[in-house]
């Protein structure tokens, strides 16, 4: 099973991630992640599904035409094809940001530890880990900066502003 980075807590991720298909209209037991372009599909079964109903992004996707629904999802992920791949973090300042999201924002894919401390400023609180990764070097990855000048999805004041808050 992947491990998953929650709350300075590496766990099992016990999500499926599904591409739900007209040719699928049954949602397996426990929780499952489906794609956006399944969203009235997991808008449906997440009253009726015995467990939880997330939705993924792949970096390409545009949330634009789902906005007003992202709130009834317990967890979003976005997905990495690859860690050279960057728009994945943009979409999450976007989710947190513009449109408010206030779940569980996953980050899954192709993940390397190196990129943990920068996916968490743009707003991602899970962190599904590459099965090459190790995690609790992962967990050290999260806190290795004391401090960011720059304001972020996850710190709202600049550093400056804080020395006149004392």
Same mark, same amino acid.
């Not at 590496?10 to 591409?19: A, E, K, M, Y």
């Given at each position: 099973? !992947?491990?998953?980075?929650? #709350?300075?807590?590496?766990?099992? %991720?016990?999500?499926?991630? =599904? ?12 929780? *499952?992640?489906?794609? *956006? /372009? ?9 009253? &009726? ?9 792949? /970096?390409? #996707?545009? !949330? ?9 999802? !317990? *967890?979003?992920? *976005? ?16 989710? =947190? ?8 924002? =996953? ?7 190196? &990129? ?13 880990? =590459?099965? %090459? ?12 900066? /004391? ?20």
């Amino acid at each position: 099973m !992947p491990k998953l980075l929650k #709350d300075q807590q590496i766990r099992n %991720d016990d999500f499926q991630i =599904r591409q739900q298909g007209p040719k699928e209209p049954f949602l397996p037991e426990g929780n *499952v992640l489906l794609h *956006v /372009s399944s969203i009235v599909h997991a808008i449906k079964a997440n009253g &009726q599904h015995k467990g939880q109903v997330g939705i993924w992004f792949d /970096s390409s #996707d545009e !949330p634009e035409t789902v906005t007003h629904t992202l709130n009834q999802f !317990p *967890v979003i992920a *976005v997905n990495f094809p690859g860690f050279f791949d960057g728009r994945g973090y943009s979409l999450a300042r976007l989710l =947190r940001e513009r449109w408010d999201y206030q779940g569980d924002l =996953r980050a899954i894919g192709d993940i390397l530890v190196d &990129q943990l401390y920068y996916l968490k400023r743009c707003g991602f609180s899970s962190f599904r880990l =590459r099965e %090459d990764q190790n995690p609790d070097y992962a967990l050290a990855a999260l806190t290795t900066f /004391s401090g960011n000048y720059q304001t972020a999805a996850d710190q709202s004041i600049p550093v400056y502003r804080l020395r006149h808050q004392l």
